[in-house]
């Protein structure tokens, strides 16, 4: 198992902008395609973006053109870059692998107000 820790959420007005970052527990983590979830109130888990480990990435359709997922092999870390923030972009956050079964963190808490 790969252990995740999600970081960067936080209160934003709508048309603002945050930087989410997830640190990963295992060198390992350069072999595998990652991704960004969120999961808002009452809705089920959705795949935000996703980055393979030869840095082709991949993104919601709600998402595209606002949110960059991005990663720093050497450091262990995934990120995603949120601009243009909307109330409908409010939900946990989190990163995991994209095509393996692992456990899920604790996740980041995005709120965007109107």
């Known amino acids: 198992q790969v252990q995740l820790v999600e970081s960067g959420g936080g209160l934003v007005q709508a048309g603002g902008s945050l930087r989410l970052s997830c640190v990963a527990s295992q060198s390992a983590f350069s072999t595998y395609a990652m991704a960004w979830y969120r999961q808002a109130p009452g809705k089920q888990r959705e795949l935000v973006a996703g980055?393979?480990?030869?840095?082709?990435?991949n993104y919601a359709d709600s998402v595209k053109g606002r949110f960059t997922i991005s990663r720093d092999n050497t450091k262990r870390m995934l990120y995603l870059q949120m601009k243009s923030l909307k109330p409908e972009d409010t939900a946990v956050y989190y990163c995991n692998l994209q095509y393996s079964t692992n456990a899920w963190g604790r996740g980041t808490q995005v709120t965007v107000s109107s």
């Open positions: 980055i393979t480990s030869d840095y082709n990435t």
